[in-house]
């Protein structure tokens, strides 16, 4: 919608980000309370490492405890075994695909973005594609939208049905860009022993906002100096707040929860009891598929317009056609002023051209010819009054119909801003961190040698098992069902691992 009195008639371009170091005295964190923290312990899970038959046991106490599979447990080992200790944390982001055609693009010309991992195995394991799976469904959210990836096709949230009842509404906010990502604020390990770990879910996680801006010097986007989107603040501090809740909704958040935890306890079995031990990854990782969605660099960029101010559209729409009336109606009048205005001096000049004829025949001796010149002079002036008079009416209506078109013109103007504050054009990027800002180290105060005990007694147990010894001597097939070469999805594992009320996972050679 364009203003009357100024040449600005579009919307202010939105300029979406690229990626740039995260740093965490750079971040600009959204004040937020913890995201859904339960202090009941009732959702626990046990993993113990059994040192002499190099098993991995996982015990959930409830059905809602954390667990992870096989898959997610070997790669995970996989990839960070290999890093150096300054590099165990992980992160991916989405950046935009030629950042120039972003800030020159035309308002219907498609828009990509790039998968980007801090490392380059992340993207053919499960840590990998929970954060960039996580960090999809955030832009969604951010957009108010959900994304159909097998058709392109996008629909409006759902409240109470795609997120909570009392979601923020995404449509009443600015336009530009922000960058959005996902964030473990808080992690606290729960060591049982030295063989033995708790997970609980105490983890706090959150989402932090950056304002963008592209810099035409270099060709990139930066975070700008100004406060973050308003639209995008609010759904950071919302989710801040409830990340939890909303995860119940949207699972890729709790699976990429998961992942922080993971990261955690892989970094647990490396620093204690896998520390100088040979790893026998080959043989617990099973054959795994990961799902295909976009390639690497055709991500398409979630660019919404809102369409919630219809009724606002009509009501500015209604008030430009009032106004052109106005102004027909207006210069109507005006027209009419006007032409009696050169009709009056029309007839003034031509009464004086009368009036110096008189004076030229006039008879100073003669009354009649005095009386005769005195009356061209009397309509002459009369003449001139009616001018007067017009001129001051014309300019008194002009004064007059100019501001009423003014007031029309500034009501009208505000409609239209009112109008374009609900019909935003938003692109939201940014990413997953999974490197936790505070880290806790809070022991189980309990003995751990009984239950290390019982996990010791249960490893003897499957050792001298013939078939239980046999399905550990080919660990890569987890189950029965993934037998002759079969590869397992990774979403059909995290629903068998649901189920399972004890697993066991072979990461080194028992002893001899």
Known sequence: ?????????????????SREIREPYQATKVEAKESNPRKDFSDLSVLSFDQSSGLLFQLPLSENAMTFTATEIGTALRCIAGLPRSQFSVAFSLDPVDPKSWNSRSSKSPLYQRKWYSQGALDTIPLGYWMWRADWKLKQLAQGVVYDDATGQQRPLKLGVDVPQDFPDVAQGDTGCARLWIVCRKMVRMPWGKDAILIHPEVQMGVEVRAQQFNKLTGKYEDAPEAPHSSASRIAQYLSRHYDTVARFVPELQHCKRMAVLLDVVHWLLEGPLRSKKLMLEQCIPKYTIPQDFPADRVPALRTVHEKGLQEEAKVKKMDQELEISKAQFKQRCAKAEERIQSLRSASEKQMKKVEAAKKALDQYSSKSVEACNLEVQKYNALVEDHR????????AVDEGNGK??????ERNAAAAACNAVRSSFVFVGGVDLAAAESQMHPVNCEAQPVQ???????????????????????????PSHEHGNKVSVLQEVLEEQNAALSVFQLTAPAA
């Open 1 to 17: 919608l364009q203003k009357k009195e100024s040449p600005k008639t579009s919307l202010p371009r939105f300029n979406p980000p």
């Open 389 to 396: 008079s017009a001129v001051e009416s014309y300019n008194a």
């Open 405 to 410: 078109l003014n007031a029309i013109v500034k």
């Open 453 to 479: 005990e019982q996990f010791r007694q249960w490893a003897k147990g499957l050792w001298s098992n013939n078939e239980s010894r046999s399905i550990l001597g080919r660990f890569q097939q987890k189950a």
